[in-house]
Nanobody, 122 residues
Framework: QLQPVESGGGLVQPGGSLRLSCAAS????????IGWFRQAPGKEREGVSC????????WYADSVKGRFTISRVNAKNTVYLQMNSLKPEDTAVYYC???????????????WGQGTQVTVSS
């Protein structure tokens, strides 16, 4: 069973940066579409970014476009989410998920990590 593992969360001041990592042992993440999702207290989970396994296309939510970057480093079997210019409204638990299908089909993400907390506060 593929089990993504997120890391890299923490407390950062507004305007700061964090890099989240998504890794999985025993599985090649390059074969999967990878999505980053987040859920803030009292809010529904929302998609943040995703990348295709086929054409390496990417997608970003409007709220993070221009500030976040998703990337794959196959040699490390890791997908990163670089988050710059962080805002208090970015505070949430961030989840990495994997899908064998389209990265744009949210229901296709069958493999989820446990999440990592990101808190943006002064």
């Amino acid at each position: 069973q593929l089990q993504p593992v997120e890391s890299g969360g923490g407390l950062v001041q507004p305007g700061g940066s964090l890099r989240l990592s998504c890794a999985a042992s025993g599985f090649t993440l390059d074969a999967y579409a990878i999505g980053w999702f987040r859920q803030a207290p009292g809010k529904e989970r929302e998609g943040v970014s995703c990348t295709s396994s086929l054409d390496r296309s990417t997608w970003y939510a409007d709220s993070v476009k221009g500030r976040f970057t998703i990337s794959r480093v196959n040699a490390k079997n890791t997908v990163y989410l670089q988050m710059n210019s962080l805002k208090p409204e970015d505070t949430a638990v961030y989840y990495c998920a994997a899908s064998i299908g389209s990265p744009y089909n949210v229901r296709g993400y069958n493999y989820w990590g446990q999440g990592t907390q990101v808190t943006v506060s002064s």
